[in-house]
């Protein structure tokens, strides 16, 4: 039995649709869709969120190995979920970038992918994944590359913040710390090896990072 048969079994069960899970977790009906034939699976916070909407162990849910819903010893707890989840796109830095020139942040059909985080927004927010290796530093704070990224447009942007901007000679947007020096920004990458950039008046920042999640999957 695979991921998409235990989930549409523990759906029949509960005599859940896909609309249902839909709202409950906070994911498009198009991902329940995904799930349910196979295209892909849940992982991370939605595999969690998932598994709680069908009340059944996520282990088994992605697995098959356990049982359905009843408790194993593990030397893994599950830890208390938040009250309240919000859904945000996953996009590409280049759909990041052109976001200061969209009529709307999001129209229809902007992102095929969604993710959820017990962070509520300040404006319109949206997930990246982070490329290469200019976030990664010996030191607290590291992003490393893989890593996921929530942006939210409306956080007060100020000296010290991890930000998400655009230069104008790119269609791209960076991901950078910014710094002050004398009365002019900076954009820095954590890692030292990459060169520090200055923020010009055509320098646009989109948002501020607010959340960080590492997938080791």
Same mark, same amino acid.
């Given at each position: 039995?695979?991921?998409?048969?235990?989930?549409?079994?523990?759906? %029949?069960?509960?005599?859940?649709?896909?609309?249902?899970?839909?709202?409950?977790?906070?994911?498009?009906?198009?991902?329940?869709?995904?799930?349910?034939?196979?295209?892909?699976?849940?992982?991370?916070?939605?595999?969690?969120?998932?598994?709680?909407?069908?009340? @059944?162990?996520?282990?088994?849910?992605?697995?098959?190995?356990?049982?359905?819903?009843?408790?194993?010893?593990?030397?893994?707890?599950?830890?208390?979920?938040?009250?309240?989840?919000?859904?945000?796109?996953?996009? +590409?830095?280049?759909?990041?970038?052109?976001?200061?020139?969209?009529?709307?942040?999001?129209?229809?059909?902007? +992102?095929?992918?969604?993710? =959820?985080?017990?962070?509520?927004?300040?404006?319109?927010?949206?997930?990246?994944?982070?490329?290469?290796? +200019?976030?990664?530093?010996?030191?607290?704070?590291?992003?490393?590359?893989?890593?996921?990224?929530?942006?939210?447009?409306?956080?007060?942007?100020?000296?010290?913040?991890? =930000?998400?901007?655009?230069?104008?000679? +790119?269609?791209?947007? %960076?991901?950078?710390?910014?710094?002050?020096?004398?009365?002019? *920004?900076?954009?820095?990458?954590?890692?030292?090896?990459?060169?520090?950039?200055? @923020?010009?008046?055509?320098?646009?920042?989109?948002?501020?990072?607010? *959340?960080?999640?590492?997938?080791?999957?």
């Amino acid at each position: 039995m695979e991921f998409k048969d235990r989930l549409r079994a523990r759906m %029949t069960e509960l005599k859940l649709s896909a609309t249902d899970l839909s709202a409950s977790i906070g994911v498009s009906k198009a991902t329940i869709t995904f799930w349910r034939n196979g295209t892909n699976g849940a992982t991370g916070s939605n595999l969690m969120a998932l598994a709680k909407a069908l009340r @059944c162990s996520p282990q088994w849910l992605e697995t098959g190995k356990g049982e359905a819903t009843g408790s194993e010893s593990s030397n893994v707890a599950m830890i208390p979920q938040p009250a309240q989840m919000y859904s945000y796109p996953v996009v +590409s830095w280049v759909a990041a970038g052109a976001w200061t020139e969209a009529v709307q942040p999001f129209p229809d059909g902007f +992102s095929d992918r969604y993710d =959820v985080s017990d962070y509520k927004a300040k404006g319109a927010a949206f997930w990246l994944e982070v490329k290469g290796d +200019s976030m990664t530093s010996t030191s607290a704070p590291s992003i490393p590359e893989g890593s996921q990224i929530l942006v939210d447009t409306e956080v007060d942007v100020r000296p010290g913040k991890l =930000v998400i901007a655009k230069l104008a000679d +790119s269609n791209e947007a %960076t991901f950078k710390k910014l710094v002050e020096d004398g009365g002019v *920004r900076y954009l820095k990458p954590l890692n030292p090896a990459y060169p520090t950039v200055q @923020c010009v008046d055509d320098c646009k920042i989109i948002g501020v990072v607010v *959340r960080s999640l590492t997938k080791f999957a």
